[in-house]
């Protein structure tokens, strides 16, 4: 039966990497209150899903910061990078470790970086969530379903990964928001509601909602969608998308939601908008 993605993950006893016949070892690391890891690289990918405790992940490079390790993260380790795991005092982890092979099927030779990603994207670390859970209460059993649940853990660190270096604490609020808000005008297609976005801030809907709108001269709802309308124009007028496929790619939940969108926006439907003239190089925002 499939773990619900609202469960606590299932225990795995602590045991030593030993992978399947596609490459993938899941285990669980349970640190003592006297953890001390020495210098260390690994001939394969690790993926850090921390569960309870707080540390620090650090690599011998010395070419970035030390990256958190704490609830809330997801971290990828690329193979053979020298890193280091110390534990907060007191606090030691607990996490999961998701071990994949340097001849795993689906990895993409040379095109993972070759430093630590750092993943804060409440959205990607929900479906990372979900998709590890289903990976441990699979077992060995369905090879190909896990492969793809792997591969899809590994694309999304990638894809919403930063750099390994944690964000200086004296940004105020306010650099927050104003970052956020920046970002949203390429990242507009992800479904992150009002909630998320405050939650990623680390701010209160009340307080996040009303910095937003003093940094953009709106509110959040009505900016992502004029971007996602924005973006949906330029591929009905110059992608030749239509209006199924131009609400799916930029974000909408269903076309009805789409539909009362555009028409609030420009006061027509979709396809009425494109049967009017539109002259040569018509600006529409990309």
Known sequence: MQASPHAPLPSIKPMKARFDAMGIC??????STHFLMEWTSNPF??????????????????????????????????EN????????RG????????????????TLRNSHPNRILLCRNPVALRQILRDVREIAALGRNSPWLRCGL??????????????????????????RVAQLANDLESEYFRATGIDD???SVGLSRRRFTSLFSEIAGTSYATRLRALRIARAKHLLLHGH??????????????????????????????????????????????
């Open 26 to 31: 899941l285990l669980e690391s349970i640190h």
């Open 45 to 78: 990918h690790k993926v850090l899903i921390p569960l309870r405790g707080r540390g620090r992940i650090s690599l011998r490079s010395g070419l970035e910061n030390a990256v958190p390790l704490h609830p809330g993260v997801a971290t990828f380790v690329p």
């Open 81 to 88: 990078s020298i890193h280091r795991i110390s534990d907060e």
């Open 91 to 106: 606090n030691p982890l607990t996490l999961y470790v998701l071990c994949v092979s340097a001849e795993f099927p689906l």
């Open 150 to 175: 792997v591969a899809a853990v590994i694309g999304r660190l990638l894809a919403h990964g930063e750099a390994a270096a944690e964000p200086p604490a004296s940004m105020s609020p306010r650099e």
């Open 197 to 199: 976005a405050a939650r």
């Open 241 to 286: 998308r239509s209006p199924t496929t131009a609400s799916f790619e930029c974000g909408f939940e269903d076309l009805s939601t789409f539909y009362r969108a555009f028409k609030r926006s420009e006061g027509c439907s979709p396809l009425q908008w494109i049967a009017r003239p539109h002259p040569p190089g018509s600006p529409v925002p990309r």
